[in-house]
């Protein structure tokens, strides 16, 4: 029903929609909070933008990702001519001498993808960048909510294809960080910080890895009885207990990345010697 106070020529209800059409409450403020709700949202925002700088720099500058017996996490596996070293040795030239772009950038699509439509990240940039809400009990500023029906958002539901390419590319970081007992000879036994950095990163890749929604729905979905699969479902326990704790998880990865890429960075630039402890 039209209020009569509609500018002439406008169709009832077409001049507002979301939260302001006026079917909802009519509140004047924007919110009623009073804390610091913007401190969240504007803190993800600042870590994920300094990730994506951090490593678009990494990924373009082809250089100094290999210190032996250290391969950075962003350009393992090696996949160009350009990118062979000693720690895979010369046949690993899978697309030839012709690929002149840096390796880090067929590598990365995977687990980027991975975590870009990750139901926590999603959450994440959604309320830092979208304001879709900012906050809870803040209004967002969209017209119209349509949710990840419509393109572009639809496509993240290809998250459970990239969960499948994820457990690949833990898979080669677990063995690089079992190539990182070894010194710089290759001879194996042997322990230095680097591998430190290494076993850390791997073990968090891991946890968040499994602790993925897609991972907890592989483990346990579609069981009517977990009584009849006690094996599953003592997984599905497990895969549980780290979906918990999955934003942390997400957060402590996304940091030990970095920091293994960066470690071999200084170590390949000559900043320092890799100690090693034995």
């Given at each position: ?61 082809n ?26 040795g010369?046949?690993?030239?899978v ?41 809870c ?16 958002l ?19 970081l677990?063995?690089?960080t ?46 009517r ?54």
């Amino acid at each position: 029903m039209a209020t009569g106070t509609e500018p002439p020529g406008t169709a009832p209800h077409a001049s507002r929609g979301g939260v302001r059409s006026p079917a909802r409450a009519a509140i004047a403020a924007p919110h009623l909070r009073t804390d610091r709700w913007w401190l969240a949202p504007a803190v993800t925002a600042a870590g994920l933008l300094a990730f994506v700088v951090y490593s678009t720099w990494r990924a373009f500058a082809n250089a100094d990702y290999y210190a032996a017996p250290y391969v950075s996490p962003f350009y393992s596996p090696c996949l160009a001519s350009n990118c062979r070293t000693m720690h895979l040795g010369p046949n690993a030239d899978v697309f030839g001498s012709w690929w002149a772009i840096s390796p880090a950038i067929i590598i990365l699509i995977f687990p980027l993808g991975f975590r870009l439509t990750c139901y926590y990240y999603r959450k994440a940039y959604y309320r830092s960048f979208w304001a879709s809400p900012p906050a809870c009990a803040v209004a967002e500023p969209h017209r119209a909510y349509t949710g990840e029906t419509r393109f572009p958002l639809i496509l993240q539901n290809v998250h459970r294809y990239f969960f499948y390419a994820a457990l690949l590319v833990a898979g080669v970081l677990t063995y690089d960080t079992v190539l990182a007992f070894r010194d710089t000879h290759y001879r194996w036994g042997h322990m230095g910080l680097g591998t430190l950095v290494f076993l850390v990163n791997i073990a968090l890749i891991w946890a968040y890895t499994l602790s993925c929604h897609s991972c907890r729905h592989i483990v346990g979905g579609k069981l009517r009885h977990f009584s009849k699969h006690p094996v599953r479902y003592r997984a599905w326990q497990v895969v549980g207990r780290l979906n918990a704790r999955h934003m942390q998880l997400a957060w402590a990865s996304l940091l030990s990345v970095a920091l293994a890429d960066f470690y071999v960075f200084l170590v390949a630039s000559g900043v320092f010697a890799d100690p090693r402890f034995f």
